[in-house]
């Protein structure tokens, strides 16, 4: 066994010849980064640098989780109830040092639409069960494949996301009053909204342009201050001081509480499970790629490394238990993350010392919640909303390749004006096939023609062989070599190669040696070539397979006798040449 096939086979950690490392078990696999973190040792220098963190998130989140709440269609106390039980779960079972969960912008749609349809029992009811499905596909490892969703629809559906937020914000924006309720579909939305013109309010918009403005100016010029929370404050003292006309989260919705509520299952009802059911679906694919795309983005940060299905199975936990407790969906957030790791965050500690810091604020300042303008949270929203939107990447992508822009024009557009999850589905099946067209056309296949030998001293012989005549051209005997990966994409261009010349010659010789993976399909065509050959009297010989490629090959039948599998072309020619002097005829 050569070197190079001893490193692909290796097993042992740290061996001689190998540079692979055993699989992790059952237990390492989902064992929470805060165990890993105390295994490491945590002292009080640790603690101090979660402590600072988790204040420095918590303060961020606490506007942000009821402002995202409202816009959701429910109270602003659910917001905080997902970010406190969410959070703190997410961060204590998770498998990101770095997580900080709560309730996402990107949820808010769905949210919305699942409110409005069935209530808030229907809602807490989806959203435990997308809690189910993500514990299980935890379980099941499925974690691992959401990272294959193509970078242009993580882009356009995340720009989607940020349209929609911002449109349905444009109501509170600028005090819009609205005769009926508001649509959910956004073309409908515009309509009602630009029907809506002449009932603007002034204050309403001051409001917001003033919140707006001073989170911008904060960001700029003391970007470790919090601006959202700053803005939101200021936005409320004027109100109450100016007694703007202005709707504030008292005069809608009567305050928040100032303390959790007692947990309690939502109602069970099998008709009701059954319509609910899409619903949980799309909060379950769509809470999975939110938290591990935050993950991911941590680990781009930290040079660290996360478990995606511990991480999947912690969200599933905790919207389990958020939904026990009234929570709405909660997720890993990618600005709230960024901003844990940039206030120097240690490990998990600090994303569960985030949600009991906001279940003080909730416990101390709750009443001071009823003087917090409406036009301010969603002024808070419109900025959150252009701070999604990776405008960078969106420029990139459109001049990279008609093939990317595509991808990203269609999940963007479906995710605006049609559905979020047929707009990531979609997006996802045009990248699969762009990748399908792509790589059907790096497989190659080429006549063999051996590399010229080295010019080195003649002393130096090595393992050079003797030159013979007949190794120049043998009219008999035709080599042809796949090189690439062999799937259903290429197996039509393949298949009409080898079908032209695999009876052509007296020996045929295929070699694999440059074929990283074969798929069932590729399997077939090449045991259609076999038997084509084998009918016409062919010696058929299939060089360089890897274990993996020849086990797909056996399980088709395409084995002796009427193939023969040897490890390189020369040893195959030495095969036919012994063969040739010894039969009786020569």
């Known amino acids: 066994m050569d070197a190079s096939r001893q490193v692909q086979t290796g097993s042992t950690a740290g061996g001689p010849g190998t540079d692979r490392f055993p699989e992790p078990t059952f237990l390492e696999l989902f064992t929470p980064k805060l165990v890993t973190v105390f295994r490491e040792g945590y002292h009080w220098p640790q603690f101090r640098a979660d402590a600072i963190a988790g204040l420095t998130v918590a303060i961020v989140a606490l506007p942000l989780s009821m402002a995202i709440a409202i816009a959701s269609g429910v109270s602003p106390e659910r917001g905080l109830f997902t970010a406190i039980i969410g959070g703190f779960l997410i961060s204590a079972l998770g498998g990101s040092r770095f997580q900080i969960g709560g309730p996402a912008g990107a949820f808010i749609v769905l949210v919305a639409a699942t409110a409005h349809l069935h209530g808030i029992e229907g809602l807490l009811l989806a959203t435990m069960m997308s809690g189910v499905f993500m514990l299980v596909g ?39 009053t609205l005769e009926g309720a508001e649509p959910g579909e956004f073309v ?6 630009s029907a809506a013109a002449p009932t603007v309010n002034a204050a309403a918009v001051t409001v917001a342009a003033l919140t707006i403005g001073a989170i911008l100016i904060l960001k700029r010029l003391r970007p470790g201050w919090p601006g959202m929370l700053i803005a939101v404050v200021a936005a409320s003292l004027a109100a109450t001081l100016f007694a703007l006309p202005v709707e504030t989260i008292g005069t809608r919705f009567g305050g928040i509480p100032r303390s959790l509520p007692l947990p309690s299952l939502p109602v069970f009802d099998g008709e009701l499970m059954l319509a609910i059911l899409p619903d949980a679906i799309a909060f379950a694919l769509l809470g999975s790629i939110e938290s591990l795309l935050s993950a ?27 939904a026990l407790f009234g929570g709405i969906c909660a997720t890993g957030t990618i600005a709230r993350t960024a901003t844990n790791v940039r206030a120097g965050a240690h490990g998990p500690v600090a994303g569960m010392l985030h949600a009991l810091f906001l279940l003080g604020f909730m416990l101390v300042a709750a009443p001071l919640a009823s ?16 701070n999604m939107v990776e405008k960078q990447a969106f420029a990139a992508l459109i001049r990279s390749s008609r093939g990317d822009a595509l991808v990203l024009l269609v999940t963007f557009l479906l995710v605006v ?18 990748f399908i067209n792509r790589m059907s ?33 043998d009219p008999h005997t ?79 039948n395409v084995r002796p006798p ?25």
């Open 478 to 556: 035709v080599i042809y070599r796949i090189s690439g990966a062999f799937f259903f994409g290429a197996a039509a261009t393949v298949g009409s190669v080898l079908d032209r010349i695999a009876d052509q010659r007296r020996n045929f010789i295929l070699d694999c040696s440059a074929v990283p993976f074969l798929d069932s399909t590729a399997a077939s065509v090449i045991e259609g070539t076999v038997r084509k050959a084998h009918r016409a009297g062919v010696r058929f010989f299939i060089t360089g397979a890897s274990e993996q490629t020849r086990r797909m090959l056996v399980t088709h």
């Open 441 to 473: 056309k790096t497989i190659a296949v080429e006549a063999h023609v051996p590399a010229p030998l080295d010019d080195v001293a003649d002393r130096t012989n090595g393992d050079r062989y003797a030159y013979h005549a007949e190794s120049a051209s």
């Open 296 to 322: 991911v983005v941590a680990d781009g940060m930290t040079g660290r490394r996360h478990r995606s299905n511990c991480e999947l199975v912690a969200q599933g936990v905790a919207n389990i238990v958020s």
């Open 562 to 586: 009427q193939v023969r599998y040897k490890a390189t072309i020369e040893a195959a020619l030495r095969q036919l040449k012994t063969e040739d002097e010894t039969r009786p005829d020569q």
């Open 417 to 434: 004006f049609r559905d979020l999850t047929e707009g990531i589905v979609v997006g996802f099946a045009l990248g699969a096939v762009l």
């Open 371 to 386: 003087y917090i303008p409406l036009a301010a949270l969603a002024g808070v929203l419109a900025v959150v909303a252009w």
């Open 138 to 176: 935890g379980y099941l490892r499925l974690g691992t494949y959401i990272k294959f969703i193509p970078y242009p629809v993580t882009v356009g559906f995340t720009a989607g996301i940020a349209v929609i937020i911002f449109a349905s914000q444009l109501k509170e924006l600028f005090g819009l």
């Open 188 to 193: 409908e939305k515009l309509a009602v909204l």
